[in-house]
């Protein structure tokens, strides 16, 4: 049997024995969902790891790089975190929004500060046709001058 290591990325969505198959083809995985915001802070400060944990446990036990998915995605902000930022608008909602984001960035950094190798950082902050709409109501667009 030829063994291949292709740097390439297993989608996770659950962790289980259904990667026994095909564990030796990969040495990298990801988590689809498990790592994104609204996933690991669904309500304002109030942290749920376990998911994206028991995906790093299953890559550390299997001898496999993480890959960190994501800081930031449109589709993925969690919902009092897209109230809040909406109701501010100008220095002070650029100021709040840039906060929120520092603070996610630095908890995740710090959770998985040995775990993972790489990290998406922002992922499809556009989306479709760009327009002026997009540019102006998008949130992250928001924290720029």
Same mark, same amino acid.
């Given at each position: ?6 740097? @390439?990325?297993?989608? *996770?969505?659950?962790?289980? =024995? ?12 990801? *988590? ?8 690991? #802070?669904? #309500?304002?400060?109030? @942290? ?7 995906? &790093?446990?299953?890559?550390?036990? =299997? ?10 995605? @449109? &589709? ?14 100008? #220095? ?7 906060? @929120? ?8 950094? #710090?959770?998985?500060? =040995? ?11 556009? &989306? ?13 667009? &928001?924290?720029?001058?």
């Amino acid at each position: 049997m030829v063994t291949f290591h292709i740097k @390439y990325i297993v989608m *996770c969505v659950e962790v289980s =024995n259904m990667y026994s198959d095909i564990d030796d083809h990969f040495n990298q995985l990801v *988590c689809e969902n498990e790592m994104k915001w609204r996933m690991i #802070e669904p #309500e304002e400060g109030k @942290y749920d790891f376990s998911k994206a944990d028991e995906i &790093r446990d299953y890559a550390k036990a =299997n001898n496999k790089k993480l890959r960190g998915h994501n800081f930031i995605w @449109y &589709r993925s902000n969690p919902t009092w975190f897209v109230n809040k930022t909406k109701a501010f608008k100008g #220095e002070v909602g650029k100021t709040l929004l840039l906060e @929120y984001i520092d603070k996610r960035v630095k908890t995740m950094m #710090e959770h998985y500060k =040995n775990d993972v190798f790489v990290w998406d950082v922002v992922n499809e902050v556009l &989306r479709g046709e760009i327009s002026t709409a997009q540019l102006q109501n998008n949130d992250i667009f &928001r924290t720029g001058d």
